[in-house]
């Protein structure tokens, strides 16, 4: 084969297993939202030949479907629709041919409340107490319960967030449910199997309830003048079902009653204030709400809960003599002390950083959020103090009131949406595994209920554009299906009257907020990028009308095809530094909106094209293609050149498909290369162009700097922050300067996934790994080897089942391993330019090492001497040395000019700056005719 060696799977018969059987996308099917829930299931063979024909699925142990399909992701339910409170179970088989696979595992499903008629409950809340001043009340019900207790269900929700105790017990996993949602057009509600909480006789039901996102601080500068509403209240039905049949029904009504707690205060933003000593409280009386149910929803996806414990890795005294703790690791969530022996009156307070200034918990980043949570104990022999209605983004703790603080006594709780984790990567360079992991930390942080821009300011909000570059990676860490779902649900119910996406879901911003190019262009992208990754045809069909309306929009603000003028983002926080404001970047803002309008139109063109409405999507269709003629005509020279010649817009350009000209796309990816060498490899996009541009580079030809970009150390840069400790993705580049001191501006959060957005090339390009059809159906294994690298990985749990592609350098070969799941196939490119379509199973190929191959040709130009990182290293390493420049990106900048010049000029190039001694400019000459002329030098 060229000199490659392939190593599959053996063939055989091998046995066959139907696992995983799930509904919609839920791991937790308990109070499932949909009559007709969608099943998917993986297959587990080891016959090669293997293909699924067909498919049954039994429900209850009895009545049983065929069909005649090679589907099993998302397949439609075939039988009657459920009714509420229905318990079903279900089995699947497959076959290849005449011969069928055992029955699968059963897996259960259980109905929620579908109709606001099955609910017998009211919205209550207190009569008087329970405003925002005063503690947090609990609401509270005594039942009896009769012998022969079959099963219990409570179904529960709120204005606000609550936890529900049964008897003592808590009731749930899950923290600061229901949530957060677009509370005017859907309220989550909860589903818990309460069984073995009842006892026979005597219960207490006590719901406390919190703030939360419904009401407080957390409103208080985005929406003070409405909120969501004035009062907390509770919503609850507990069901007792007993062994004859029989149903007792608990409902929240007047018959409940409320008191006040010992949480004093609590807020998202600020913390919460808790007084355990036993004191009288006032007690009330609970009023019944007219309020329609008609908003209420079953969750798509998973809750958020505790997902994890660390330990402290150091306590010690800062400077001025405070008591500090290091958790070794930026997270979101809160602190759990233990203490011992505590005294009536005691008061522990615990104050939460990211980051240290000068020895001190740095506090100033968080803008106005105290986020403090304080206890005042009571005499007891042992008590485990944590919030319950708060949480906070921190590394750092300073405890007060325990002295002195014992390691063992303190841990943080990470607490967030508990996503199941799907992908992972992995390389030969420990710094890019690190980057990836803070990738990962600063997405487990941020998704909290919703996919939030930062979790520990006083801001934490569902900005549309981090979501929108972050969506394929997200989709690739995470199973995310469900949670995003929601998130789109969201969006579509915020969308304004006129098709205005709102830059923040759920939106608690003003309703004239504009139209905003990459931000509102979520409703198009996030669904498609969803569907791409779990193969979720439904989920385009529900949200395509927004889809539609969003493009419409901007139809309306784009007359001529282009859209120009008005309020944007832009490139957000383009580093450089003529962008002076986040909102100032060299790409022009009517390029990257006119190039997100053509990216949306085609998006739409193409869900109307899966949906089966060919005259929409011709209509897109059309639209695309006219917008992108208006762009070429309007902001691309005939040579490729883009208007604002900056490196996102020449990123939007190729990854977006707005050049149609082959000449043009050549010479846009050149131009796109020569910037970045002459930003000296460094990061010059912003939120924008930062998560296409290695990606643009690589659909350019220039996979070596698209390396060098990602590999490069100096400030701005990936590995820049990793070099500085961090352990989460940095909304800036310089959050924490290099001295050590933190950035004074007021936007300096520490853990802010958009930049992370990266981690996606990782996955596809580096290890090689990507869908080639919606729910990775289909694989394409593309590896982009370099020589800094010896080995690279990628390993996903796809709806089909683990899927993989790695790679390893030695010796001059380089092995490529694929791993794919029955039910899925694969494009496997390998370096020696093969390309083979493999079916499921595990298969090696082994091929000569590109990397290996000894560079040919002399060093003619300085673009050269830029390329050579060995002799640009010592080239820029001498003018730094000397004191000539700051570092190399300044030598960088010195070089654009003259990239195209002979490099054996440089010398006199650089002479015309006054500032280069004779001896350095002799130095330079002498490295590069040392270079220059020895073959291979590159």
């Known amino acids: 084969?060229?000199?490659?060696?392939?190593?599959?799977?053996?063939?055989?018969?091998?046995?066959?297993?139907?696992?995983?059987?799930r509904f919609e996308h839920l791991d937790r099917s308990l109070g499932c939202g949909v009559s007709m829930p969608r099943l998917s299931w993986q297959i587990s063979t080891d016959d090669p030949e293997w293909q699924q024909k067909a498919y049954e699925v039994r429900l209850d142990g009895g009545r049983t479907v065929h069909r005649p399909s090679e589907d099993q992701v998302l397949v439609d339910w075939p039988f009657e629709p459920l009714e509420s409170r229905t318990r079903a179970r279900v089995e699947v088989r497959v076959s290849a041919g005449a011969s069928w696979s055992a029955w699968s595992q059963p897996a259960t499903v259980e109905i929620g409340l579908l109709s606001s008629e099955d609910w017998s409950a009211r919205f209550i809340r207190p009569s008087t107490i329970g405003t925002v001043d005063r503690p947090a009340p609990i609401l509270s019900r005594r039942l009896v319960a009769g012998p022969g207790v079959a099963a219990g269900r409570l179904y529960v929700t709120a204005h606000g967030v609550y936890r529900a105790r049964l008897n003592g017990h808590e009731v749930g996993d899950d923290v600061l449910a229901p949530g957060w949602s677009s509370y005017g057009h859907r309220l989550c509600y909860q589903t818990y199997d309460v069984t073995r909480l009842l006892r026979d006789g005597d219960n207490v039901l006590e719901v406390l309830l919190g703030n939360g996102w419904y009401r407080g601080r957390f409103l208080d500068q985005t929406m003070p003048s409405r909120g969501y509403g004035d009062g907390l209240a509770l919503l609850a039905q507990l069901e007792v079902t007993y062994a004859s049949g029989a149903v007792d029904v608990i409902a929240t009504d007047r018959r409940w009653s409320a008191r006040e707690s010992g949480v004093l205060e609590n807020d998202l933003y600020d913390g919460q204030y808790t007084d355990l000593r036993r004191l009288d409280r006032a007690e009330d009386t609970v009023d019944e709400l007219e309020e329609t149910l008609d908003r209420l929803v079953a969750p798509d996806g998973p809750p958020v809960r505790p997902t994890g414990v660390r330990p402290a890795v150091?306590?010690?005294?800062?400077?001025?003599?405070?008591?500090?703790?290091?958790?070794?690791?930026?997270?979101?969530?809160?602190?759990?002390?233990?203490?011992n022996g505590p005294v009536a009156g005691q008061r522990v307070v615990v104050r939460h950083a990211e980051v240290l200034e000068d020895g001190e918990l740095c506090t100033r980043t968080l803008r106005s959020a105290r986020a403090t949570d304080t206890y005042v104990l009571d005499d007891a022999d042992d008590v485990v103090l944590e919030p319950a209605l708060t949480f906070h983004g921190f590394r750092y703790a300073e405890i007060s009131g325990l002295e002195p603080l014992r390691a063992a006594?303190?841990?943080?709780?990470?607490?967030?949406?508990?996503?199941?984790?799907?992908?992972?990567?992995?390389?030969?360079?420990?710094?890019?595994?690190?980057?990836?992991?803070?990738?990962?930390?600063?997405?487990?942080?941020?998704?909290?209920?919703?996919?939030?821009?930062?979790?520990?300011?006083?801001?934490?909000?569902?900005?549309?554009?981090?979501?929108?570059?972050?969506?394929?990676?997200?989709?690739?860490?995470?199973?995310?299906?469900?949670?995003?779902?929601?998130?789109?649900?969201?969006?579509?119910?915020?969308?304004?009257?006129?098709?205005?996406?709102p830059v923040v879901v759920p939106n608690v911003l003003p309703d004239d907020s504009p139209a905003v190019a990459a931000w509102s262009d979520a409703a198009t992208i996030v669904p498609w990028v969803l569907y791409q990754a779990y193969g979720d045809k439904g989920l385009l069909a529900r949200q395509f009308e927004s889809m539609k309306r969003w493009v419409d929009k901007v139809v309306t603000l784009a007359p001529d095809g282009l859209w120009v003028g008005g309020f944007q983002f832009g490139d957000w926080l383009d580093p450089t530094p003529s962008a002076r404001k986040a909102g100032e970047a060299r790409a022009d803002p009517d390029v990257i909106a006119t190039a997100y309008l053509v990216h949306s139109a085609q998006i739409v063109a193409q869900t109307a094209r899966v949906l089966g409405d060919l005259a929409v999507a011709d209509e897109y269709q059309e639209l695309a293609t006219r917008t992108r003629e208006a762009f070429v005509?309007?902001?691309?020279?005939?040579?490729?050149?883009?208007?604002?010649?900056?490196?996102?817009?020449?990123?939007?350009?190729?990854?977006?498909?707005?050049?149609?000209?082959?000449?043009?796309?050549?010479?846009?990816?050149?131009?796109?290369?020569?910037?970045?060498?002459?930003?000296?490899?460094?990061?010059?996009?912003?939120?924008?162009?930062?998560?296409?541009?290695?990606?643009?580079?690589?659909?350019?030809?220039?996979v070596d700097l698209a390396y060098r970009l990602l590999l490069e150390r100096g400030c701005p840069s990936w590995l820049h922050t990793v070099e500085m400790g961090a352990t989460t993705i940095w909304e800036r580049w310089d959050s924490m300067r290099s001295d050590g001191s933190v950035n004074v501006s007021e936007?300096?959060?520490?853990?802010?996934?958009?930049?992370?957005?990266?981690?996606?090339?990782?996955?596809?390009?580096?290890?090689?790994?990507?869908?080639?059809?919606?729910?990775?159906?289909?694989?394409?294994?593309?590896?982009?080897?370099?020589?800094?690298?010896?080995?690279?990985?990628?390993?996903?749990?796809?709806?089909?089942?683990?899927?993989s592609a790695g790679w390893e350098r030695r010796d001059g070969r380089v092995r490529i391993d694929v791993v794919i799941p029955p039910g899925s196939r694969a494009t496997v490119h390998l370096p020696d330019g093969q390309t083979l379509s493999v079916d499921h199973g595990r298969h090696t190929f082994t091929t000569a090492d590109p990397c290996a191959r000894t560079l040919t040709g002399q060093l003619r130009s300085v673009r050269d001497l830029l390329d050579s990182s060995l002799l640009w290293g010592r080239v820029t390493s001498t003018l730094v040395d000397a004191g000539v420049a700051s570092d190399a990106a300044e030598v960088a900048a010195w070089c654009a000019p003259y990239l195209d010049a002979p490099v054996d000029g440089l010398p006199g190039y650089l002479s015309r700056r006054?500032?280069?001694?004779?001896?350095?400019?002799?130095?330079?000459?002498?490295?590069?005719?040392?270079?220059?002329?020895?073959?291979?030098?590159?």
Do not use: K
């Open 914 to 938: 006054n500032d280069v001694a004779p001896d350095v400019r002799q130095a330079l000459r002498e490295l590069v005719e040392e270079h220059a002329s020895q073959p291979g030098s590159r």
């Open 633 to 702: 005509r309007e902001y691309v020279t005939p040579a490729g050149r883009i208007v604002s010649d900056a490196p996102t817009a020449y990123a939007l350009a190729l990854e977006f498909g707005l050049l149609p000209a082959e000449e043009q796309r050549r010479r846009a990816g050149a131009r796109l290369a020569d910037l970045v060498r002459a930003g000296g490899f460094r990061v010059a996009t912003g939120f924008l162009g930062t998560p296409l541009v290695t990606a643009a580079l690589t659909s350019a030809g220039q």
């Open 1 to 21: 084969m060229n000199g490659s060696e392939t190593t599959a799977a053996e063939s055989g018969s091998g046995s066959v297993r139907v696992e995983n059987v």
């Open 409 to 501: 006594d303190v841990e943080a709780v990470v607490v967030g949406t508990d996503l199941r984790r799907t992908g992972w990567f992995s390389c030969s360079d420990p710094d890019l595994e690190r980057l990836h992991e803070n990738v990962v930390w600063s997405a487990r942080g941020n998704f909290l209920s919703i996919p939030s821009d930062c979790p520990q300011r006083d801001e934490r909000l569902g900005w549309t554009g981090d979501l929108q570059v972050f969506a394929p990676t997200a989709t690739f860490l995470f199973d995310s299906g469900g949670f995003l779902t929601s998130w789109l649900a969201d969006l579509a119910a915020d969308q304004h009257a006129d098709g205005t996406v």
């Open 314 to 339: 150091d306590v010690w005294t800062s400077p001025s003599g405070r008591t500090l703790v290091d958790f070794g690791q930026n997270l979101v969530g809160w602190v759990r002390l233990r203490v």
């Open 747 to 803: 936007m300096t959060s520490f853990n802010h996934y958009a930049y992370g957005a990266v981690a996606d090339w990782l996955h596809r390009s580096v290890a090689g790994l990507a869908p080639a059809a919606p729910g990775y159906r289909e694989v394409t294994v593309r590896p982009e080897l370099h020589q800094r690298l010896t080995s690279a990985s990628a390993r996903l749990l796809t709806p089909y089942g683990e899927t």
